[in-house]
């Protein structure tokens, strides 16, 4: 049955990133998929397919807005009229949650397409909280705001990744948006415990978890370094190290990434099924 | 004790973009060496989702090239023109002009008319929706009143005009048994009845005809137009096409 007022929160419950090559397993059933994730930028277009498409899901289940272009981070001020089309489909479409990322990926007006790292440092926490109020000022609602992968550190940076996290979300209200893979990426390339990261992280302000996948490549001294690429099933540790969060935080929403290489409709759903069987083994 | 060396973001950019410049000081592993390959990741990561970006954009371009072809001339365009809003869609509207300018290009001259098209093709599948009239409005008026009619066509509409066969090469290029091209000047009327939008050959002077009536004329202002550069222009012909592909969405018979 339809219920318009159930899908205005993300169920604690697997999701997983929309690709229209699945509209037609998603409708019919979707098994253990209970929400979808769409990047904002894909949607922002006037109309035809992919905004029918999108309308017909958001009746079916609770939608996440996943911006990846606005370019938070950026030393510059964000882009008006990007703010304006998040605005307008955030506003049309209500759905339950609306996400970005502790990245930048704008410099003097040109888009690269990709998350670019931050230092962690007074200036760039006071730029980012300013950007993060003016984002929910201008769509009234709360988002959530992702941790990165880091392939690298800043020398400047004076702040751990937990604490700018955790300092950003106290100044602007906004939640988080915990990334474990993402947390594994970043532990193993620059050395650090991952279970140690989620101790320090305010589990208490995310209200979403993603898990994809990685690839594994070798920086200039033969150590592992690991590259985020959505492009694979979520590895074995990163499973361990979901299982270690959620035992902390209690159930959360958690969704599967797949942007590259896209499988068939049943892989995609197994990996779901799986996060569905870890959220089981959580005490609510 | 040495100063902390800060990164800016116009330094890490001017460096992710250029792989003949080293990874900007400041940034390092978690030893505090340079930070070497792990920087190429980032440059990496760009050159690669933009060249698919091109590749997703211009399929036919990327096929009458090759792949080896068209990964080298992304990866020139991406760094004359890194795209300019965040919307990925619309990537690659300098691309025809690029292609024209390129000078081993040079005798592939339907290139940039073949990209254009590729282009107008995404435009209308992510324009907006429009309700089409239905054809018996039209058959309604009397023949003075549909002279004087203008004609509301819908967002997705398109219409391109060329002196190479960017019609033909599009179908021998993405349809299984379609014909080989011939040499010969193309106009390509675009039409979105649904999602899908829809490329065919306008007949002659056709082009003239719709873009008149983009521009505001009425069918009869427009039809003049379209006989002063073919006296052979079939207004009935072209009409069809556009109420087949669902393209009229208002008529002003006002005057």
């Given amino acids: 049955m339809l219920d318009a007022a159930a899908h205005d929160k993300l169920p604690a419950a697997p999701g997983v990133g929309y690709k229209p090559q699945h509209f037609a397993q998603i409708t019919e059933d979707a098994g253990s998929v209970k929400w979808l994730e769409i990047h904002a930028e894909n949607y922002m277009g006037d109309g035809g397919r992919p905004i029918a498409q999108l309308r017909h899901l958001s009746e079916n289940f609770a939608m996440s807005v996943h911006g990846v272009g606005l370019s938070i981070g950026g030393e510059g001020p964000l882009d008006a009229d990007h703010l304006a089309r998040l605005k307008h489909l955030v506003s049309w479409l209500n759905p339950a949650s609306f996400s970005e990322h502790l990245a930048w990926s704008t410099h003097d007006s040109h888009f690269y397409n990709d998350l670019l790292p931050l230092p962690y440092t007074d200036a760039s926490l006071q730029r980012i ?54 947390v594994f990426v970043s532990a193993t390339n620059l050395e650090f415990s991952p279970q140690g990261y989620i ?25 592992p370094l690991l590259i985020d690429s959505h492009g694979r099933e979520v590895v074995d540790p990163v499973w361990a190290l979901l299982d270690y969060t959620l035992a902390q935080s209690g159930p959360k929403p958690v969704l599967i990434e797949w942007d590259n290489d896209v499988p068939d409709w049943p892989v995609l759903e197994a990996e779901a099924a799986r996060a569905a069987t870890a959220l089981e083994r959580v005490p609510a | 004790m040495s100063i902390t060396a800060t990164v800016s973001q116009a330094e890490f950019t001017r460096a992710m973009m250029d792989a003949g410049q080293p990874a900007p000081e400041g940034l390092q592993d978690q030893n505090a060496q340079p930070a070497g390959r792990r920087f190429s990741v980032y440059r990496n990561n760009v050159a690669v989702s933009l060249t698919e970006a091109m590749h997703s954009a211009f399929p036919v371009i990327a096929k009458l090239l090759g792949k080896q072809n068209m990964d ?127 490329p065919q050959v306008l007949p002659p002077a056709g082009a003239v005809w719709i873009r008149a009536l983009m521009g505001g004329a009425t069918i009869g202002e427009a039809l003049e137009q379209a006989a002063a550069e073919d006296e052979s222009f079939d207004l009935g012909a072209t009409l069809a096409l556009l109420l087949q592909g669902g393209a009229i969405t208002a008529l002003d018979s006002k005057g």
């Fill in chain 1, 199 to 223: 101790d320090a992280f305010p589990l208490d302000k995310v209200g979403e978890i993603h898990l994809g996948g990685h690839d594994e490549d070798e920086d200039d001294h033969g150590r």
């Fill in chain 1, 129 to 182: 909280c300013t950007h993060i109020d003016q984002l929910q000022d201008t769509i009234g609602r709360r988002m959530l705001l992702e941790n990165p992968s880091s392939y690298l550190a800043f020398a400047e940076s004076t702040w751990s990744e937990p604490e700018f996290l955790a300092e950003i979300s106290r100044r602007t209200g906004c939640g988080l948006l915990l990334d474990v893979n993402n």
């Fill in chain 2, 72 to 198: 080298g001339l992304a990866g020139i365009y991406l760094r004359q023109h890194p795209p300019s809003s965040p919307l990925m869609m619309f990537y690659g509207e300098h691309f025809p002009k690029f292609l024209e300018g390129m000078e081993q290009l040079k005798h592939l001259g339907y290139l940039g008319d073949t990209a254009r098209l590729e282009l107008a093709l995404r435009r209308a599948y992510h324009a907006a929706d429009a309700t089409p009239i239905a054809p018996e409005a039209l058959g309604a008026l009397t023949p003075d009143a549909l002279m004087n009619t203008r004609l509301a066509l819908a967002p997705a509409v398109e219409v391109l005009r060329s002196p190479w066969p960017i019609h033909g090469l599009w179908r021998y290029n993405t349809e299984d048994g379609a014909p080989k091209p011939e040499p010969q000047a193309q106009d390509v009327l675009i039409t979105r009845p649904e999602f899908d939008p829809i």
